[in-house]
């Protein structure tokens, strides 16, 4: 079993910055890949970004391709999304998921373990 833990969420005005967090804990030892969901309100949830074990590949949404960054911390066992450029519809809960192996998927049913997520409001 794996838990994860998002953070970093909160209100920030348009063409701002913030960066979510990510603290996995458990049984951190076997190779996952890592991702970031969002889910707008009425709308389903979305792949945002993902990431290898190794982070020698990362993977964007066309939507937020140049904007935002995603990263990991292997020492740390945590995974970060800095969120530049920020606009309106980027305001959604953020998910933080898990799966094992080493390929970056795009499909929310292939991963195994999720976080409880965290609200990103961006005013305009």
């Known amino acids: 079993q794996v838990q994860l833990v998002e953070s970093g969420g909160g209100l920030v005005q348009a063409g701002g910055s913030l960066r979510l967090s990510c603290a996995a804990s458990?049984?951190?030892?076997?190779?996952?890949?890592m991702g970031w969901f969002r889910q707008a309100p009425g709308k389903e949830r979305e792949f945002v970004a993902g990431i290898s074990p190794t982070a020698g590949s990362t993977y964007y949404s066309d939507s937020v391709k140049g904007r935002f960054t995603i990263s990991r911390d292997s020492a740390k066992n945590t995974v970060y999304l800095q969120m530049n450029s920020l606009k309106p519809e980027d305001t959604a809960v953020y998910y933080c998921?898990?799966?094992?192996?080493?390929?970056?998927?795009?499909?929310?049913?292939?991963?195994?373990?999720w976080g409880q997520g965290t609200q990103v409001t961006v005013s305009s």
């Open positions: 458990g049984r951190t030892s076997r190779t996952y890949t």
């Open positions: 998921a898990a799966r094992q192996g080493v390929v970056v998927s795009t499909t929310q049913g292939r991963y195994d373990y």
